[in-house]
C-alpha cells in the first residue's frame, strides 16, 4: 500500500536494539541481560547444545532463560492446531510465527532482558526469514514485519550438510511432514523432499550470515566439540576481561 | 504487537479464503471493516503506525472504502441502549486508562477517531455521516455504491478503443 526504503537491519545496527521499527511502548534504554540465539536447521543439535549451555552458564552464576520458536502458550495450541490441518496458506504461517513470537518477545524475553538474565533463545526470526524465503514470500516484507525484532547480542550459527543432516534425523526421530517441506508439494517421495527443502532451507540461511552477523559454527563436529566451542566465545563476550 | 498480529494473521487467512476467491470470480465483497480498523485500533494501542502498514501490504486495496463517521457520544448512546456492558477490548480496558468502561471507551474510541480521521485522508475513506437516519445513511452509500459501479462498467464498455 506505501512504498516504505526497505527497513532490513544494516550491518551498523547495534546487537540488543530493535532491527528496524521499534515496539514504540516497549523502549530500550540499557539493560543488563544478553540475548544469544543460536540457530540451525531442524535436527542440527541445536536443543542439545542450549541445554549443555544452559548448565555451564548456571554453575557459573548467571540466571538463565530458555525461549523456543513456537513455544508461547499463547499461540503452541493454534499452530500446532493449524499444522494438522490442510488450511495453512503461507502467509498465514507466517503471520502465526510472527505472533508467537511477538508473545514471546514481550512477555519472556524483553522482561527478562531488563531483570538481567542471559536470554538463550532455540531458533530466533532467521529460523521465520528462512522458512518463509523458500516459500516465496517477500523478503523485504518478512524483514520489515520483523523490525520489531532485538538484533541478538551473539547469533551462533550451526552450520552443517544435508548429507550428515539425513543421517542424524533419520538415526533419531525420522522425516517429519513439515520439516520435509512436504506442503511445498514438490513430490510424493520424503526422503527427496526432506533433502531438496533442507538443501533450500540451508543455501537460504547460508545468505543471510554476514547481514545478521552469524557465527559460524561447524555442526558436524561431536556434541563436546561444538559445546567447547560455543562456550569459549560466550565466555569471551561476557567476560571480555579473562577468568 | 502480539494483539496486532494475531488479528493479522486472522485477516490473512480470511483475505485468502474468503475475499481473494469471490474477487477473482467476478464477485463484490462487501467487508465489515478492513486493515483501517487495525491502523486505527493498533496505532492508538502504541503501535508504530507505519509498521502496521507495512504490515498490512498483502492487503488488496478496496475500489472502495466507506468510512461512518460517528462522535463518541452518539456510539456510546447506541452501545448503551443495547448492550448491559462494554465489551473489554472496545472499551480499551487492556489499556488501563481508566478503571470505568464508559470512560475508558470514551477515551479509547476518542484517539481511534483520531487515527480514522489520519487514515480517511491518507487513504481516501469516503465518508458517511453516520449520525443520520439509517435510511438517510443507506440512501448515501448506495448512491456512493451506484456511482462507483456505473464508473467501473462505464469504462468496461469501451475496450476496443485502447486494444493496442
Known amino acids: 500500500m506505501s512504498n516504505l526504503p526497505e527497513l532490513s537491519p544494516?550491518?551498523?545496527?547495534?546487537?540488543g536494539k530493535?532491527?528496524?521499527?521499534?515496539?514504540?511502548?516497549?523502549?530500550?534504554?540499557?539493560?543488563?541481560?544478553?540475548?544469544?540465539?543460536?540457530?540451525?536447521?531442524?535436527?542440527?543439535?541445536?536443543?542439545?547444545?542450549?541445554?549443555?549451555?544452559?548448565?555451564?552458564?548456571?554453575?557459573?552464576?548467571?540466571?538463565?532463560?530458555?525461549?523456543?520458536?513456537?513455544?508461547?502458550?499463547?499461540?503452541?495450541?493454534?499452530?500446532?492446531?493449524?499444522?494438522?490441518?490442510?488450511?495453512?496458506n503461507k502467509l498465514t504461517f507466517v503471520l502465526l510465527y510472527a505472533t508467537d513470537f511477538a508473545d514471546r518477545l514481550?512477555?519472556?524475553?524483553?522482561?527478562?532482558?531488563?531483570?538481567?538474565?542471559?536470554?538463550?533463545?532455540?531458533?530466533?526470526?532467521?529460523?521465520?526469514?528462512?522458512?518463509?524465503?523458500?516459500?516465496?514470500?517477500?523478503?523485504?516484507?518478512?524483514?520489515t514485519l520483523y523490525g520489531f525484532a532485538i538484533a541478538p547480542h551473539l547469533v551462533f550459527y550451526l552450520k552443517i550438510d544435508v548429507d550428515t543432516l539425513i543421517g542424524r534425523v533419520l538415526e533419531s526421530r525420522g522425516m517429519d511432514f513439515w520439516e520435509s517441506g512436504m506442503d511445498l508439494k514438490t513430490g510424493d517421495d520424503i526422503y527427496d523432499s526432506f533433502r531438496a527443502y533442507q538443501n533450500k532451507l540451508l543455501r537460504e540461511y547460508g545468505s543471510m550470515g554476514e547481514e545478521f552477523h552469524f557465527r559460524v559454527v561447524d555442526a558436524r563436529r561431536s556434541v563436546v566439540q561444538i559445546q567447547d566451542e560455543l562456550r569459549r566465545q560466550v565466555a569471551a563476550f561476557l567476560e571480555p576481561t579473562g577468568t | 504487537m502480539t494483539f496486532s498480529l494475531l488479528h493479522a494473521t486472522d485477516f490473512a487467512d480470511r483475505l485468502l479464503y474468503k475475499i481473494i476467491p469471490p474477487l477473482k470470480a467476478g464477485m463484490i465483497v462487501l467487508a465489515d471493516r478492513y486493515a483501517y480498523t487495525a491502523f486505527a485500533r493498533?496505532?492508538?494501542?502504541?503501535?508504530?503506525?507505519?509498521?502496521?502498514?507495512?504490515?498490512?501490504?498483502?492487503?488488496?486495496?478496496?475500489?472502495?472504502?466507506?468510512?461512518?463517521?460517528?462522535p463518541i457520544d452518539v456510539s456510546l448512546d447506541r452501545l448503551m441502549a443495547r448492550r448491559v456492558k462494554l465489551k473489554f477490548y472496545e472499551a480499551g480496558m487492556d489499556l488501563g486508562w481508566s478503571t470505568n468502561p464508559v470512560e475508558s471507551f470514551r477515551l479509547f474510541q476518542g484517539k481511534v477517531l483520531d487515527e480514522y480521521d489520519r487514515i480517511v485522508d491518507e487513504y481516501g475513506l469516503s465518508v458517511v455521516d453516520a449520525v443520520g437516519s439509517i435510511t438517510e445513511q443507506q440512501r448515501v452509500v448506495r448512491n456512493l455504491v451506484a456511482h462507483h459501479i456505473e464508473t467501473v462498467d462505464a469504462a468496461r464498455e469501451i475496450p476496443s478503443e485502447q486494444s493496442a
Do not use: C, H
Open chain 1, 10 to 15: 544494516d550491518a551498523e545496527t547495534p546487537a
Open chain 1, 106 to 143: 514481550e512477555k519472556e524475553i524483553i522482561p527478562a532482558l531488563k531483570a538481567g538474565f542471559v536470554v538463550l533463545t532455540d531458533r530466533y526470526i532467521f529460523t521465520a526469514l528462512a522458512r518463509a524465503g523458500v516459500r516465496g514470500v517477500d523478503r523485504a516484507w518478512l524483514r
Open chain 2, 42 to 70: 493498533d496505532a492508538t494501542r502504541g503501535v508504530d503506525r507505519q509498521w502496521v502498514r507495512e504490515l498490512y501490504s498483502f492487503a488488496v486495496k478496496p475500489d472502495m472504502a466507506l468510512y461512518f463517521r460517528v
Open chain 1, 18 to 88: 530493535y532491527y528496524g521499527r521499534s515496539i514504540p511502548y516497549l523502549p530500550l534504554e540499557s539493560y543488563p541481560g544478553k540475548l544469544i540465539a543460536v540457530e540451525g536447521t531442524d535436527g542440527v543439535g541445536r536443543s542439545t547444545q542450549i541445554q549443555l549451555l544452559r548448565e555451564w552458564l548456571e554453575v557459573k552464576g548467571y540466571g538463565v532463560i530458555e525461549t523456543g520458536w513456537t513455544r508461547s502458550p499463547l499461540m503452541q495450541p493454534t499452530i500446532e492446531l493449524a499444522k494438522s490441518s490442510n488450511t495453512l
